[in-house]
């Protein structure tokens, strides 16, 4: 009975992260890219020698930065995807 529990519980997991996935990709390149975008700002802003630098410096910063955030967000979401077929593999 237990077991069952856990089993649902982790497909429901699977699942939900699935839609999140679906809505990721639902977003226009606007939306994806403000959000990306945001997250890289907000982590920026927390680093003293890029605050130092010129407008022009932090955009270009920001930039490169963001395709590196949009590489760690698909390859963590995808790593969470297969820890759950995995874990759900196990018990089922």
Not at 5 to 26: D, E, K, Q, W
Not at 47 to 66: F, G, H, L, P, Y
């Amino acid at each position: 009975m237990k077991k069952n529990i856990v089993r649902v519980f982790l497909i429901i997991l699977l699942f939900a992260t699935f839609s999140i996935i679906f809505g990721f990709s639902s977003q226009d390149n606007e939306q994806s890219g403000g959000l990306s975008q945001g997250i890289t700002k907000t982590i920026t802003n927390q680093i003293k020698s890029i605050q130092e630098k010129s407008e022009q410096e932090k955009s270009k910063i920001v930039d490169r930065i963001e395709s590196i955030i949009r590489k760690i967000a698909h390859f963590s979401i995808y790593t969470v995807v297969r820890n759950f077929i995995n874990v759900t593999y196990v018990y089922i």
